[in-house]
């Protein structure tokens, strides 16, 4: 994992470096794409981006993990959710972001046990278009969870969206 975060921060900085800043005229356009928390316990996501404004976007999140503990603990996690990002600038090639996911999680544990809790997440990131119908994107994250239990902390994703129209 530490190697495939090292490329791709490579691959990020080389973008930056060579690449003129172009987007622009986003509104309306929709995009699906995966996203990856990088620890492992968590869920990767589908997720789907909407172009409410050329600084506004919705997104959509779905995520599906199963973790193998043990025979007796393995949980299928599921992750359901909605998001908001504000761009800082007009688009352009490399545009940053602030934004919230609110997620519900739920973990499917084999002893018949459910589990449930809420997320909200704050994130400061961004996205950078290789070509006009393809991002890498990365946030960094702020993270509170409740339910039985409130737990701090932070986190981060990494992932990949492709746009049509």
Not at 108 to 114: A, H, I, P
Not at 124 to 146: C, D, H, M
Request: glycine fraction near 12%; charge should be negative.
């Amino acid at each position: 994992m530490k190697l495939f975060f090292r490329v791709l921060c490579g691959v990020l900085l080389l973008c930056v470096c060579i690449t003129p800043c172009f987007a622009q005229g986003r509104v309306g356009k929709f995009g699906v794409g995966i996203k990856d928390i990088i620890t492992e316990e968590e869920a990767f996501a589908l997720v789907g981006r909407y172009w409410a404004s050329d600084r506004l976007t919705l997104d959509g999140n779905f995520g599906f993990h199963y973790i193998d503990r043990d025979k007796e603990e393995d949980t299928k996690r599921f992750l359901i959710g909605v998001g908001i990002n504000q761009y800082l600038f007009a688009p352009e090639k490399f545009s940053p972001f602030v934004g919230f996911d609110f997620l519900m999680r739920v973990d499917d544990k084999e002893k018949g046990e459910t589990d449930t809790t809420a997320e909200l997440d704050a994130k400061f990131g961004g996205e950078y278009f290789i070509v006009k119908n393809f991002s890498i994107t990365g946030e960094t994250l702020l993270r509170l969870r409740f339910g039985e239990e409130y737990e701090f902390g932070t986190g981060g994703r990494i992932g990949v969206i492709f746009y049509w129209n």
